[in-house]
């Protein structure tokens, strides 16, 4: 009795030093997303506070590195390119760390986003873009540390911090613009090759206006000047539906080189089959 009573202790002791009580963060976790035009940028960090204590110059040292915020490494994504202080970035993930000065700041975004806190060891070449931003002073103190995407416009935005009464904001831009143009132009050119391609294929699929499919088809193919094995594969058996069997096995004849080239079996397989149904093997 008193050996299951005793195993019964340890079980709750146990129990106890397993047992996991969440409590608040000092500085909690804020993530921001924002569209830029046409750009989504998504921005996580974690947010110390003043606590009564003297930031800039202080508890966030002057002509020091600065991991620019708390916890793990505050990062800022972008879905498509952007240009910073005309270097662009390309779309993917930085990790944005800091170098404050009392009248600027030296704004750094950097590849590797997976140290906690600044890098063991810094390395140039990790450094994506740099930008130098002047450290204004605000009228409304913030208590903890704010970041956000800020002064939006179709063709940019700045990335702002703010932390006690010193406000910084570095200006992005992004490829709305361009983005749009190329947009235009492409709708004002017409259906792409992939378009007539996708119509066409799903046409024949389905049984419907083969004749209109044919058509899609030959105007596909006279706008791909490499057709790959499996665009081949669909075109032959479009003509075989529509009764051009000797284009048909032109076709599946091509795709069968290529198939074989790109040591496909399955469309090996299917191309040799339908040639035999074909008669021409």
Same mark, same amino acid.
């Given at each position: 009795m008193k050996k299951l009573l005793f195993v019964a202790f340890l079980?709750? !002791?146990t129990a106890g030093a397993t047992a996991q009580i969440e409590t608040p963060a000092p500085s909690p976790a804020a993530k921001v997303m924002q569209t830029v035009g046409l750009t989504?940028?998504?921005?996580?960090?974690s947010r110390p506070a003043m606590r009564g204590r003297t930031i800039m110059g202080d508890l966030v040292p002057y002509g020091a590195m600065w991991r620019t915020g708390a916890n793990a490494n505050t990062t800022v994504e972008f879905s498509t390119p952007v240009t910073v202080a005309g270097t662009e970035l390309k779309a993917g993930k930085y990790a944005v760390y800091t170098k404050p000065t009392a009248s600027t700041w030296e704004v750094y975004f950097y590849t590797d986003t997976n140290n906690w806190g600044t890098p063991q060891k810094w390395d140039d070449s @990790?450094?994506?873009? @740099? &930008?130098?931003? @002047?450290a204004q002073m605000s009228n409304m103190p913030a208590e903890s540390f704010t970041m956000g995407i800020n002064h939006l416009s179709n063709d940019g935005a700045h990335l702002t911090m703010q932390w006690d009464k010193t406000y910084v904001a570095v200006p992005f831009t992004v490829p709305a613009n361009e983005t749009v143009l190329a947009s235009i132009d492409k709708m004002m050119a017409g259906?792409? !090759?992939g378009d007539y391609y996708a119509a066409a294929v799903y046409l024949s699929s389905t049984g419907q206006s083969l004749d209109k499919a044919k058509t899609y088809m030959d105007k596909a193919m006279s706008m791909n000047k490499d057709p790959k094995f499996w665009q081949l594969r669909q075109q032959s058996l479009l003509l075989a539906k529509v009764g051009d069997k000797k284009? &048909?096995? @032109? &076709?599946?004849q091509a795709s069968l080189k290529g198939a074989k080239e790109a040591k496909n079996q399955d469309y090996v397989k299917m191309n040799t089959d339908s040639l035999k149904e074909w008669g021409a093997m």
């Open positions: 079980g709750l !002791m989504d940028v998504t921005l996580e960090y @990790k450094v994506a873009a @740099k &930008a130098t931003a @002047k259906p792409g !090759m284009g &048909a096995i @032109k &076709a599946a």
